[in-house]
């Protein structure tokens, strides 16, 4: 048993997944998704748990993905989504609503700022104070 790193990169592309990706959903940098890639760092169980889901969706049905599995990790069956996996998923998913919800008050607070910026520079023009 043995990671084929170079299959694990094609499998990688072929479900149109970058490191940046692979690094997000491991909460990584993408460097260290290069050193695993280049079998610097070795890919854990754990972060197959966390990987395998993403990959398996995008390339549903996949024998080269399944014989990756089986050629490195000796799992005869498919990987099923664990509780963990699925508790990941909505964490995550509950974050990226935050974060867009936080750039749309930062839009909006920009906006402020600017119609401010604008009615003052207006008001000096003009010579009025309100």
């Known amino acids: 048993m043995g990671i084929d790193y170079k299959k ?3 499998l990688r592309k ?3 997944l970058n490191q940046g990706d692979i690094a997000a959903l491991l909460g990584k940098e993408r460097t260290s998704v290069s050193k695993k890639e280049r079998g610097k760092t070795p890919l854990t169980i754990k972060e197959l748990e966390i990987i395998i889901p993403a990959l398996r ?3 549903p049905n996949n024998e080269e ?3 990756f599995i089986k050629e490195s990790f000796g799992v005869t069956q498919p990987v099923e989504r664990s509780e963990k996996m699925e508790l990941i998923e ?3 998913l509950n974050i990226e609503e935050r974060i867009t919800r936080l750039e749309n008050k930062i839009d909006n607070l920009t906006n402020l700022l ?3 910026n604008v009615l003052k520079n207006l008001q000096r023009l003009t010579g009025t104070n309100n």
């Open 57 to 59: 969706k995008a390339l």
């Open 14 to 16: 072929a479900a149109g």
């Open 8 to 10: 694990f990169v094609y």
């Open 90 to 92: 909505r964490r995550f």
């Open 114 to 116: 600017n119609n401010e």
């Open 65 to 67: 993905l399944n014989r």
